[in-house]
């Protein structure tokens, strides 16, 4: 019998220079976090590490509307394939 796997969010709190990030389960339990510079390069790593390690169609993405603050990561998620909710 094969185990169904669980989705996992990825949520963003979004500031100019940073954002700070965590990835939890669906029991809203916290897997990892940490903090990442509000830039194309730095956020599309992230992005790419956290799918490499997780199914990346279980992981969804959920960022906070600040003003111009959230759109790097946003072009990161279109970039790297991963949908983001704002």
């Known amino acids: ?4 796997q669980e989705d996992l ?11 700070d990030w965590s990835l939890i389960n669906s029991q809203g339990l916290e897997l990892t ?33 600040t003003g111009i603050y959230h759109y790097a990561l946003l072009e990161a998620c279109n970039a790297t394939g991963l949908p983001c909710l704002v």
């Open 33 to 65: 976090y940490g903090v990442v510079l509000n830039e194309p390069t730095a956020l599309a790593t992230l992005l790419l590490t956290v799918t490499g390690n997780y199914p990346s169609d279980r992981v969804h993405c959920v960022v906070e509307a």
């Open 9 to 19: 969010y990825l949520g963003f709190d979004t500031a100019k220079a940073k954002l």
């Open 1 to 4: 019998m094969s185990q169904k």
